[in-house]
C-alpha cells in the first residue's frame, strides 16, 4: 500500500520531455497565429480601437448596443479619430475592435498555455533537470510581450495617430524572440526523449552572425509596417523608377533617416533580405553536408517562400492577404531557422 502510494505522488514521477516538447510546439503554433492576427491588426488601423488596458474584464468583448457606444466614445476621445477617422460608422468601429479584440484575447491564451501547463509539469515533477529556469523566463516572456504591447498601444492615444514604430518593433521581435526559443527548448527536449545523455544545443560562432543579419532584416521590417513604408512604392526591383529611391529626407540627419525615412527603411529592408537570404541558404548548405537534409530543405523552401512572398507584397500595392501571408511566413522562418542553428549546435555541444 506504501509502495502503490509512493509511485503515485508528484515527486515519484519521471520527467517527460517528449511530451514537453510536444507542448512547446503547440504555443510556439500559437504564437504564429497571433503574430499573423498582429499584421491585420496593424494592416486594417485596428490597434488603437481598445483604449484601456483591463486584463480581466476586457476578456468580454462589449456584450450590448449600450456597451458598444461607451466603447466608441472612448475611441472618440483619442487622435486617430479625430484626424482620420472622424465621421466613423459604429459598424466601422465594431470591425476594427475586432481585431484587437481577437489579438488580445490570443496573447492571453498563449500566456495561459505557458502558465498552466508550467504549473502542472513542475508539480508532477515531469521537467528535466535544467530546464525548469529556461521553461520559467520563457512563459515571463509572455508576460512581458503582453505588457510591451499595451506600451505600444499607449504611444498611439495621446498625441500621435498611430502608433510608436519603435514600440511596434518591440512587440513584434520579442514574440519572434519567444517563438525562436520555443522553438530551440523544444528542439532540446525531443533529443533529450531521444537520448537521456543527449545535451543541451549550444550557439555557435556561425549561429550568431546569421541571428545578427536576421534580426537587421526583421527591425527594418517592423519599422516599414510601423511607418507604412511598404506603400512608398510598388515596383520591383526599381523604387519608382530608382534603384536609391527619390524622396529619402536626409535634412534631420543620416541617424534619423536610417530609423524614420519611410523610403530609406522600404530600400533598406528589400535589398538586406537578399542578405539573410544568402546567410540562411549557407547554413542550409552546411546542414545538408552534414546530413541534416530535412532542416536543409525546410530552410530553402521558406526562405525562396518569403523572399516571393515580400516582392508580391509590393507589387501588390501591400494587399491585405499577401502582406499577411508575408509577415506570417516571415514568423514560420524565424522558426525554421531557430531549428535549423539548433541543429548547428548540437555538434558542439
Keep these: 500500500m506504501t509502495h502503490a502510494s509512493t509511485l503515485s505522488s508528484p515527486a515519484a514521477r519521471q520527467p517527460r520531455p517528449a511530451v514537453l516538447a510536444r507542448w512547446l510546439w503547440a504555443v510556439a503554433l500559437l504564437v504564429v497565429i497571433v503574430v499573423g492576427v498582429g499584421g491585420i491588426t496593424r494592416l486594417t488601423e485596428s490597434g488603437l480601437s481598445i483604449t484601456e488596458w483591463r486584463p480581466v474584464s476586457g476578456v468580454l468583448p462589449p456584450l450590448n448596443e449600450a456597451d458598444w457606444i461607451a466603447e466608441f466614445e472612448k475611441y472618440k476621445q483619442i487622435p486617430e479619430y479625430k484626424e482620420i477617422n472622424l465621421g466613423m460608422t459604429l459598424a466601422g468601429f465594431k470591425a476594427i475592435f475586432f481585431w484587437e479584440w481577437l489579438h488580445r484575447i490570443l496573447g492571453r491564451v498563449v500566456g495561459m498555455a505557458m502558465i498552466v501547463p508550467l504549473a502542472w509539469y513542475a508539480w508532477r515533477r515531469a521537467i528535466p533537470a535544467g530546464y525548469g529556469g529556461r521553461l520559467l523566463a520563457l512563459t515571463s516572456l509572455v508576460g512581458l510581450q503582453g505588457a510591451i504591447?499595451?506600451?505600444?498601444?499607449?504611444?498611439?492615444?495621446?498625441y500621435r495617430v498611430d502608433v510608436s514604430h519603435f514600440r511596434l518593433a518591440a512587440h513584434l521581435l520579442t514574440a519572434l524572440f519567444l517563438l525562436a526559443g520555443l522553438v530551440w527548448t523544444a528542439r532540446d527536449l525531443?533529443?533529450?526523449?531521444?537520448?537521456?545523455?543527449?545535451?543541451?544545443a549550444r550557439l555557435t560562432g556561425t549561429g550568431l552572425?546569421?541571428?545578427?543579419?536576421?534580426?537587421?532584416?526583421?527591425?527594418?521590417?517592423?519599422w516599414v509596417a510601423g511607418l507604412n513604408a511598404g506603400f512608398v512604392a510598388s515596383s520591383w526591383p526599381l523604387m519608382n523608377d530608382h534603384f536609391v529611391p527619390e524622396g529619402i529626407d536626409w535634412a534631420r540627419g543620416a541617424w534619423m533617416a536610417l530609423t524614420n525615412d519611410p523610403f530609406l527603411l522600404?530600400?533598406?529592408h528589400r535589398w538586406w533580405s537578399w542578405i539573410a537570404a544568402l546567410a540562411l541558404l549557407l547554413v542550409a548548405r552546411t546542414l545538408a553536408g552534414r546530413g541534416a537534409r530535412r532542416e536543409a530543405g525546410l530552410l530553402v523552401v521558406v526562405v525562396a517562400a518569403q523572399m516571393l512572398?515580400?516582392?508580391?507584397t509590393v507589387v501588390s500595392g501591400v494587399s491585405m492577404w499577401v502582406a499577411v501571408a508575408h509577415q506570417v511566413v516571415g514568423a514560420i522562418l524565424v522558426a525554421i531557422a531557430a531549428a535549423a542553428l539548433h541543429r548547428l549546435g548540437r555538434a558542439a555541444a
Excluded: C, K, Y
Design 190 to 200: 525531443d533529443a533529450l526523449a531521444s537520448n537521456a545523455a543527449e545535451r543541451p
Design 266 to 268: 522600404h530600400f533598406l
Design 309 to 312: 512572398l515580400g516582392i508580391w
Design 149 to 158: 504591447g499595451w506600451w505600444m498601444v499607449a504611444s498611439g492615444l495621446e
Design 209 to 222: 552572425t546569421v541571428i545578427a543579419i536576421l534580426f537587421v532584416q526583421l527591425l527594418l521590417g517592423a
